[in-house]
């Protein structure tokens, strides 16, 4: 499960290419919905971070006119350093998948941004995650830093989980420490995992992000 919240700020502040995936191919409870998001990590070479940023800011417009971009930061804390993070929005997987095709035919695109920049990076993680039922993806009130909290829970699903998950969170966010954006379940990817029980938690890690100039979430 992975929890993404902003810490407010004052002090520390509040908080290339993928196999396509057809829809015929979606499991468990969460096949016939249509929205998700894809999660997208890059690892790249320590030199080259500001560059790789530095060019994607020039060229996120190419990017965006294909689809919705959710936020966009590079990681500060929490594991392997030197990478971005992103999240993408889709209608549905045809939706993606004609995403994908556009963008392979998109000379600009793979010119200006996709073909240099490849050397850049080291590797590339995908996963694609679903809203959990009882969660909207919110936008906080101000400008901060954002962190994600990945929970590896048993299987089982938000069926088995679910309830006593909410509980958590809800505990957790209304002490007013920080503002929940979303709560996500993936469903490609690593599974049973929360991004936001102790008698369901396998394990849990949290990485601090710090959101790029262009990124719609700030």
């Known amino acids: 499960m992975l929890v993404l919240r902003s810490r407010l700020t004052r002090a520390l502040a509040a908080q290339a290419w993928t196999p396509q995936v057809y829809s015929s191919f979606a499991t468990g409870p969460r096949q016939s919905d249509g929205t998700f998001y894809e999660f997208r990590t890059y690892s790249l070479k320590p030199s080259k971070m500001n560059q790789f940023l530095e060019n994607f800011k020039k060229n996120v417009h190419l990017r965006t006119a294909h689809s919705e971009l959710v936020g966009y930061w590079s990681v500060e804390f929490g594991g392997r350093v030197n990478k971005a993070f992103h999240i993408w929005k889709y209608d549905n997987f045809a939706h993606r998948i004609e995403v994908r095709k556009a963008l392979a035919k998109d000379k600009e695109w793979q010119e200006q941004f996709l073909i240099p920049n490849l050397a850049l990076m080291d590797k590339q993680e995908s996963e694609i995650t679903y809203l959990v039922p009882w969660c909207k993806l919110e936008k906080p009130p101000k400008e901060g830093v954002y962190e994600l909290v990945t929970f590896q829970m048993k299987p089982g699903g938000p069926a088995v989980w679910g309830d006593t998950f909410k509980k958590a969170i809800n505990a957790h966010v209304i002490l007013g420490y920080s503002k ?39």
């Open 180 to 218: 929940l954006v979303g709560v996500f379940h993936t469903e490609y990817g690593a599974l049973n995992r929360v991004r936001e029980c102790v008698n369901y938690l396998v394990s849990q890690q949290n990485m601090l992000l710090i959101p790029t100039s262009f990124s719609p979430l700030k």
